[in-house]
């Protein structure tokens, strides 16, 4: 049976950007501690803006990171050489998934999108190797990875089906990520080709959201009662080890996007609606 682990004891710093101070997402962090993530609700007059920010963390160490001629940027993912992904917004609405290499920003669409309007790269590793996924014209998501290096796409798609949308890979080419299936929603992880599904013991819905080189595993869970929770899991494959993390300013209210192999982790928590928002960014070190 998997195990619920005991709290371990984290040291949580709250990080926004003043330029927004009422919305920031920490998504992504280094090795090296370098975080990235974005300001802006989204709503009309507060579009999403990217940025990388690096130690000491305060307000002269954000800096701005925007797709060339975006709308809107969300920076989602760091690697380990600071290449970066994520997605960008036109001024149409249109999602695009982006990687930007050795200081170079290429944008990238899935050519199964069809007459879908989002794509979106939520994770890189230090291969060059991003997934993520395109929503096509009847809703569906699909998971997919992209070489940098080569342009190619590759579809990733557990047995069963279902709407997919892969979040995180490490430097062995291990994808986590989402299936739903009718009204549930799984994690999963693809080790080697091979795809193993896991659940929150006793959640109503589990996301994972990243994925370090220990294939420890971070993301969010809702409870019986509706409440929003982050999550460590340890270990997936084999005596499977949970931990359930709260920001103790947001507790109820605690999504982890990012981990690193040092177990830093980052996030946010509060209310991350595009109305009346106070959404702010987290840093949990061990």
């Known amino acids: 049976a998997p195990q619920i682990a005991s709290p371990s004891s984290w040291t949580f710093t709250t990080l926004d950007n003043q330029n927004d101070p009422t919305f920031n997402q920490l998504l992504g962090i280094s090795n090296a501690g370098i975080i990235v993530g ?15 920010l690096v130690s000491p963390y305060g307000q002269t160490n ?22 970066t992904a994520g ?25 199964h999108t069809g007459t879908g309007t989002v794509n979106q790269l939520l994770g890189l590793n230090d291969r060059g190797i991003a997934v993520g996924f395109y929503t096509d014209g009847q809703g569906t998501n699909h998971g997919y990875a992209v070489n940098q290096a080569t342009g190619r796409f590759q579809a990733i798609v557990p047995p069963g089906g279902g709407s997919v949308i892969a979040t995180g890979i490490n430097d062995n ?16 992880l693809m080790k080697n080709g091979a795809f193993s599904e896991f659940d929150f013991p006793a959640s109503t819905n589990t996301t994972p959201f990243g994925i370090n080189k220990s294939d420890q595993i971070v993301g969010a869970y809702v409870d019986g009662t509706g409440n929003t929770h982050g999550f460590l899991l340890s270990n997936p494959l084999r005596h499977a080890r949970w931990q359930s993390i709260d920001d103790p300013n947001g507790v109820g209210t605690t999504l982890i996007n990012g981990i690193n192999d040092n177990d830093d982790l980052v996030g946010f928590y509060g209310n991350c609606g595009q109305s009346a928002p ?8 061990p």
């Open 278 to 285: 106070s959404c702010h960014g987290f840093l949990a070190t």
């Open 173 to 188: 080419n291990d994808v986590t990520g989402i299936v739903t299936s009718g009204s549930t929603t799984a994690g999963f």
């Open 38 to 52: 974005y300001f802006g609700s989204g709503a009309t007059g507060h579009p999403n803006k990217g940025y990388r």
């Open 62 to 83: 954000y800096r701005n990171e925007n797709f060339p001629g975006s709308a809107q940027t969300q920076v989602v993912a760091i690697n380990n050489r600071h290449d």
């Open 87 to 111: 997605f960008w917004v036109d001024g149409n609405g249109n999602n695009f998934g982006f990687i930007r290499w050795n200081g170079v920003s290429t944008s990238y669409r899935n050519p």
